[in-house]
């Protein structure tokens, strides 16, 4: 099967007042179509970089990431957010909702932003994490649970290809995390897109097809 | 959707930049409105049926009372080319609270101030202690034709009242104002003159100044009397320059703070799909939802403002032509859309992954 996601040595090293931080030292990764793999590392291992780089919101300072057999160190950046519009989803850290749109409105967003009709597919989508009747509310007037399905949909809304997730349990106790990740899994049943997700929790990276290790910007076990 | 949803979700910081923009656009409407009271006394004071004005030979353009009427008018009346020479004895006489400038004429002259139609209410002068004022005079002061008014010692009558727009808006007799005045012998501010011809204007005009007088037609001294208000010009271009600028500062200051703000969230909209383009876009849509309601509040600003230096000033004049308020409105959007531009470009250019990382 074709790797949908691709990354060859790849490196990136921050630059900051002078002091040079590498964050990667050469990754190799490739996830094929509708696996599921999860990165596991402590903090600071470089899973965060890593999933920007793949989300394609930074650049590598070396190496090369492909999606779908695309090279996207060559392409533009208006090339690149139209790759990431059609492909990507990405489920961040904290959730990160806009705090002044509902859920419909928030699940609705990426739609909008590429140019089309949202139609029904945002309160479809928020009827398959079970927040269709919430669907009016705003952030602030849903449970933390409630918010991470609702960054579920609206990472999902797209129909991507890939779906990055950093830490999507991170703030949750384990009974909301238990269903976080069920829904994820039915999700992924679903519609099968390829999966990464990043975490320390080895309950939620055992979920995936495949566990990789990291450490120190590299993988140490895959 | 989420510009509108953005600036309602800060009700207090979007009232002082929508009321910043409208005291800018009201500010602008109301003082240039108000220069306009300058262009109204000028026109009034050359909206006569004559040519030329004749003034005693002087370096200014000033009130005085000195040249013997008849004699000037006779002598006018002998350069060819001159129709009628209209003497006009002009004084101060305070009325409704304000000082106004009383036309002394004869009242044989009055046809060519205004003709019988612009007598509202009463009748025209015929002579003797009386006088008649225009409507905008009688309605700030409550006047009424038959009510008297006690000046210099005097009861004066109001005979009429005239449409607003003949040259002044008090007119006595001009041998009342001389007697009032203890005048010798019937004296003139100035005169009107009528042509035969109103070709020969200039041949005229020349044929007056050898006479050693200051001559004028209508339009130039409409200008020379415009010109005179520069310097009130000048000021409320400075006024109306600053609060302008200020208005700016407050949206750019307004704008960059709410960037600030949104640090996070222009992260997120990155990492969902967002183009620099579109958040460029979605910072300027909430600046022009601003400027928007900005210029709205404005004009009522504006109207409100205007009705109440009316009221407290009803001789005052600030006409504002509807072309205005559209130059005002283009002002005041590419004003806030200029103070926007920056921290929308800023916006558009934060890394998404700093962005992410903010707290």
Redesign the interface.
């Known amino acids: 099967m074709a790797s949908i996601l691709e990354t060859r040595s790849l490196v990136k090293v921050y630059h900051a007042d002078g002091v040079e931080t590498p964050a990667l030292r050469g990754v190799d990764l490739a996830v094929d179509a509708g696996e599921f793999v999860s990165i596991m590392g402590p903090s600071g291992c470089g899973k965060s970089t890593l999933l920007y780089l793949l989300g394609l919101l930074a650049t590598p300072t070396e190496g090369t990431v492909r999606i779908d057999g695309r090279d996207v160190g060559i392409l533009s950046d208006g090339e690149r957010t139209r790759l990431r519009r059609r492909h990507i989803g990405y489920i961040f850290q904290r959730f990160n909702l806009l705090a002044t749109l509902s859920a419909e409105e928030n699940v609705a967003l990426p739609l909008r932003l590429r140019g089309d009709r949202s139609g029904g597919a945002p309160r479809e989508m928020l009827g398959a994490v079970g927040l269709e009747k919430k669907r009016r509310r705003r952030p602030n007037q849903l449970s933390v649970g409630e918010q991470q399905r609702v960054a579920i949909a609206r990472a999902l809304v797209t129909r991507p290809t890939v779906l990055l997730a950093d830490e999507p349990t991170g703030n949750l106790d384990s009974e909301a995390s238990d269903r976080v990740m069920d829904l994820v899994g039915r999700l992924h049943r679903d519609t099968g897109q390829a999966i990464v997700l990043i975490t320390h929790n080895r309950q939620v990276a055992d979920r995936a097809d495949r566990l990789i290790r990291m450490h120190d910007g590299r993988f140490v076990d895959t | 959707?989420?510009p509108l949803?953005?600036i309602?979700?800060r009700p207090l910081r979007t009232t002082v930049s929508v009321l910043a923009v409208g005291v800018g656009v009201a500010l602008f409407l109301v003082l240039v409105g108000l220069t306009s009271m300058l262009d109204e006394i000028a026109r009034r004071t050359t909206q006569v049926e004559a040519h030329l004005m004749v003034w005693p030979a002087s370096d200014q353009v000033v009130v005085s009372g000195g040249l013997p009427a008849e004699k000037v008018e006779k002598d006018l009346e002998a350069v060819p080319g001159v129709e009628h020479a209209i003497p006009v004895l002009r004084w101060p006489f305070k009325m409704a609270g304000r000082v106004q400038n009383v036309y002394g004429i004869r009242p044989e002259d009055w046809q060519y101030f205004a003709l019988d139609d612009q007598i509202l209410e009463g009748r025209p002068l015929e002579g003797g202690a009386e006088m008649v004022i225009d409507a905008r005079l009688a309605a700030a002061g409550g006047y009424r034709v038959g009510q008297t008014v006690e000046r210099w010692g005097h009861a004066f009558r109001i005979v009429g009242i005239a449409k607003e727009g003949v040259a002044g808006r008090v007119f006595m007799p001009i041998d009342t104002v001389g007697e009032a005045l203890q005048q010798t012998g019937r004296r003139a501010s100035f005169f009107y003159v009528r042509v035969t011809d109103p070709a020969s204007v200039a041949p005229v005009r020349e044929a007056i100044r050898e006479r050693g007088l200051n001559v004028f037609t209508l339009e130039e001294f409409y200008d020379v009397l415009a010109s005179s208000f520069v310097d009130m010009d000048l000021v409320i271009g400075s006024v109306v320059f600053v609060a302008g600028f200020v208005c700016f500062l407050v949206i750019l200051l307004t704008v960059y703070t709410m960037v600030i703000e949104r640090t996070?969230?222009i992260?997120?909209?990155?990492?969902?799909?967002?183009?620099?383009a579109?958040v460029f876009g979605l910072v300027l849509a909430e600046a022009g939802l601003i400027a928007g309601a900005g210029i709205v509040a404005g004009f009522l600003l504006t109207w409100g403002g205007k009705a109440l230096i009316l009221h407290l000033q009803p001789l005052w004049t600030v006409e504002i032509p509807p072309v205005r308020y559209l130059l005002a409105a283009l002002l005041a959007a590419g004003g806030t859309l200029l103070g926007a531009a920056q921290p929308a470009a800023r916006a558009a250019r934060q890394?998404?992954?700093e962005s992410?990382r903010y707290e």
């Open positions: 959707m989420l949803a953005n309602l979700a996070r969230e992260g997120i909209l990155k990492g969902i799909g967002a183009s620099r579109q890394d998404p992954v992410l």
